[in-house]
């Protein structure tokens, strides 16, 4: 896996700073307007504005998604559970 330092932004959900991804795939980590990502400290779904600030990933666009995308989110979700502290957790209950 490939991570990309980005410049400092907030988790919508729980405010953590974020200054780095890193693609599930190995490929180039830089974010583009669309990309999808988890927080690793609240496991939340996220997606990526034009400007690349970071908003939550609604539900609607989460089941509009390819079903190789979601399960690849829920795969990343699952694994982000294993570190995230349970009061923390975003979305445990709606697997
Ligand atoms: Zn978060």
Known sequence: MKTT???????????CAIDAHTHLSGDDATPTPGS??????????????????????????FEALPLDVRLLLRKARRAAW?????????GKRKL
């Open 36 to 61: 999808l990502s988890v927080c690793l400290r609240c496991a939340a779904y996220l997606s990526f504005n034009d400007d690349l600030s970071i908003r939550p990933l609604t539900t609607a666009e």
């Open 82 to 90: 294993e570190v995230v502290p349970v009061e923390l957790q975003v």
């Open 5 to 15: 330092h980005v410049a400092e932004t907030k988790c919508p959900q729980c405010a």
